[in-house]
């Protein structure tokens, strides 16, 4: 059964960066395709960044030049690299693959 973990999230200042991951245990990732989500208070869950098993990606318009997704096949990861935070990007941030989520981690960015 795969199971996944996200880090990374923490509280950062409009402007900083922060780096999340999701690690998988169970499974391989290399064949699978991965989508970090979002879901601020209030608001329906939102894909934000999407890889393919074969490296294409896919971001939301809110993202682009700022978040990017990339894999790290040999330790099983998918990292969330985001650049330039702004406050509305303050949401809980989760993985998913298949049919599998995480349990989320929070990212808080300040005015």
């Known amino acids: 059964q795969l199971q996944l973990i996200e880090s990374g999230g923490g509280l950062v200042q409009a402007g900083g960066s922060l780096r999340l991951s999701c690690a998988a245990s169970g499974r391989t990732l290399r064949n699978l395709n991965v989508g970090w989500y979002r879901q601020a208070p209030g608001k329906e869950r939102e894909l934000v960044a999407g890889i393919t098993s074969d490296g294409r990606t896919y971001y939301a318009d809110s993202v682009k030049g700022r978040f990017t997704i990339s894999r790290d096949n040999a330790k099983n990861k998918v990292p969330l690299q985001m650049n330039s935070l702004e406050p509305e990007d303050t949401a809980v941030y989760y993985c998913?693959?298949?049919?599998?989520w995480g349990q989320g981690t929070q990212v808080t960015v300040s005015s």
């Open positions: 998913k693959i298949g049919g599998y």
